[in-house]
């Protein structure tokens, strides 16, 4: 049963990767095409090697949302990039030193690290998204994306017990950038409107 629905979950984060990538948002869109790989690769039990691409693309990915939130808010973006390439560079690197063990879960078989260890980057990242959530909700009234955030952060850390709802936190972090990135559409827009 549980495969069915990390395999329906990896469909839900398709989608709105791809409504990301529709709004013109190809950061998030292409991060969240590579969550959608993770979740289909737990989804299938696939090998080792698969799994280790889950790390992969995750290493390679995750940190481009810090340059998404930069550019959200248009300040900053140079520093984000300095900062994502950093962390995808520490977290690539270390990529080399990766060992992974087999771990079964309700039906699902998936490759975890052997060496426990926080998921550094992850956090920076969702730590400047919560930061880009809060200055979208005053700048724009609206709080969808510190709120994904924020369940991004709590999912993840209760994923450790029940591993499907850091998949969970994942789609709905993927549903606040989807609001982000509209919010900040309409109102490039309205100023554009009003500029003419």
Not at 69 to 81: D, K, Q
């Amino acid at each position: 049963m549980m495969p069915l629905v990390y395999g329906a979950l990896a469909c839900v984060q398709a989608g709105l990767a791809l409504l990301l990538l529709s709004r013109k948002a190809w950061i998030p869109g292409i991060v969240g095409l590579g969550i959608a790989a993770d979740c289909a690769i737990i989804a299938l039990s696939a090998g080792e090697s698969l799994n280790f691409a889950r790390f992969a693309i995750h290493a390679a990915l995750t940190p481009l949302l810090i340059v998404y939130a930069a550019m959200l808010h248009g300040v900053l973006v140079r520093t984000a990039w300095i900062v994502a390439a950093a962390l995808i560079v520490v977290d690539t690197v270390a990529l080399a030193d990766l060992r992974l063990e087999p771990r079964a879960w309700a039906g699902t078989l998936r490759y975890v690290s052997a060496e426990s260890s926080p998921p550094v980057a992850a956090l920076i990242t969702t730590a400047v998204l919560l930061a880009a959530g809060v200055a979208t909700w005053r700048r724009h009234g609206s709080p969808w994306l510190f709120l994904s955030a924020l369940f991004l952060l709590v999912a993840s850390g209760a994923g450790v017990v029940v591993p499907i709802l850091g998949n969970l936190g994942e789609a709905v972090m993927l549903a606040g950038l989807w609001t982000a990135a509209t919010v900040s559409r309409h109102a490039a827009e309205r100023k554009q409107r009003s500029s003419e």
